[in-house]
């Protein structure tokens, strides 16, 4: 019986296989396009442009440039710099008389001094005087080969301010007010002859510009002095016209007296009226005391409104002159002549400092850089000059090329 049940048992189930890796799907190979198909760029040939390109490329920049070194390293003379630097100071102390007097700086300008002199050192007149002096012309003009860089011979002077402005080199800050100037020539004695030669020209220049602006100031404070005494001189003359043609030397002493008669005829008057007032109330109408004391009453009135009236318009002088009318006119020149005399201190004060400013050097020229010998030569730049040169050669042969293949590409 067990063997029967153990043949009855079913089986167990087997465990799953692993799946095989499925071949990979081939698809036939894709049939080209042979309208498609480029075929191959072929080698580069030399063609003429390219040859021509080369050609311009050499007689453009490199045969230039290659001359261009040539004469900077073979032929191009060295030239040595010198420098000086200096600035315009002002002397602004002011004296003792302005100080007392209030007065103001006599001299003055609308421009700066150091804008006059930086023109001056660019004035055709200042090459001028230093062609004359220093012989500019030689000096410039002595290498015979270099003729870049040197002077032409029989330069006309509008050619040598043209070279002036190229070896005469000023820097200037406008505000520090300080001038820098490098001037250059073929040999460092020369070139230190010019700075020193410029510096004393502009230091001449300064001293005139102080000598004109002092005498300028001494010929006006002179001219106001005079027609400040002139006014005095008339103030008073016609002062002592008034007095000689008014008989009076002082119409406010008349003018006090006047007023103290006044006064003292009216006191007489309140005497005479507290007289008539106790006559009158003690006596009879006929009583010839009480007549008397009214004329003296009748009197002192008619004196006092005679001598009122030669304070306003009554016959002080005779002739319908009050003396209110002379008051005023004595006052009117005297207060003209008070303003003469005024005028005339002030006018006085103001010549004396000018005299006393004439005597200072308001203004002078101070070198901050004493002109310098050089040892080496500075200039010309070769390798800087010769770097530019291939630059621009190189650019303008840029942009011909280009040029050139635009045009050839719209045809």
Do not use: C
Request: glycine share 4%; charged share 25%; net charge negative.
């Amino acid at each position: 019986m067990a063997k029967d049940d153990q043949r009855a048992k079913p089986l167990a189930p087997l465990p799953p296989s692993p799946p095989t890796p499925s071949a990979p799907l081939t698809l036939p190979p894709a049939q080209p396009d042979k309208a498609n198909v480029r075929r191959p760029a072929s080698a580069t040939r030399r063609r003429p442009r390219h040859v021509m390109l080369l050609l311009s490329f050499v007689w453009m920049v490199v045969a230039p440039s290659f001359l261009t070194g040539g004469y900077l390293w073979t032929t191009a003379v060295d030239q040595y710099g010198s420098k000086v630097g200096f600035s315009v100071r002002r002397e602004d102390t002011s004296s003792a008389l302005e100080v007392l007097s209030g007065l103001t700086s006599l001299s003055g300008s609308s421009s700066s001094d150091t804008d006059i002199l930086y023109e001056f050192l660019q004035n055709q007149k200042l090459v001028a005087d230093m062609d004359r002096d220093l012989d500019l012309q030689k000096m410039w003009s002595a290498p015979e080969d270099d003729f870049v860089f040197k002077l032409k011979d029989n330069a006309s002077i509008e050619e040598l301010l043209a070279y002036w402005n190229r070896m005469v080199r000023i820097s200037y800050g406008a505000g520090s007010g300080l001038i820098e100037v490098e001037a250059l020539a073929f040999t460092a004695e020369e070139a230190h002859l010019i700075s020193q030669t410029l510096f004393e020209k502009s230091s001449d220049m300064i001293n005139e510009l102080s000598d004109v602006a002092r005498m300028d100031a001494i010929r006006y404070a002179r001219e106001e002095l005079d027609e400040a005494l002139e006014r005095l001189k008339q103030a008073r003359a016609t002062l002592t016209q008034f007095r000689n043609a008014n008989q009076i030397v002082d119409p406010e002493i008349d003018i006090r007296t006047q007023a103290g008669l006044i006064g003292n005829l009216q006191n007489q008057q309140a005497e005479a009226l507290i007289d008539f007032d106790l006559l009158q109330g003690s006596t009879s109408e006929k009583d010839p005391r009480l007549r008397q004391a009214s004329r003296r009453l009748e009197v002192i009135e008619n004196r006092i409104s005679q001598e009122r009236k030669k304070l306003g318009e009554g016959e002080a002088l005779g002739d319908g002159t009050g003396f209110a009318d002379l008051l005023g006119d004595y006052e009117r020149l005297v207060v003209d002549r008070e303003f003469a005399e005024k005028s005339y201190v002030s006018a006085l004060a103001t010549y004396d400092a000018a005299l006393a400013e004439s005597r200072r050097k308001t203004r002078y020229l101070a070198a901050y850089l004493k002109p310098t010998l050089a040892e080496t030569a500075a200039y010309p730049k070769r390798l800087t000059l010769f770097s530019v040169v291939s630059l621009f050669l190189f650019l303008i042969w840029s942009v011909v090329v280009l040029v050139a293949y635009s045009v050839r590409d719209r045809r």
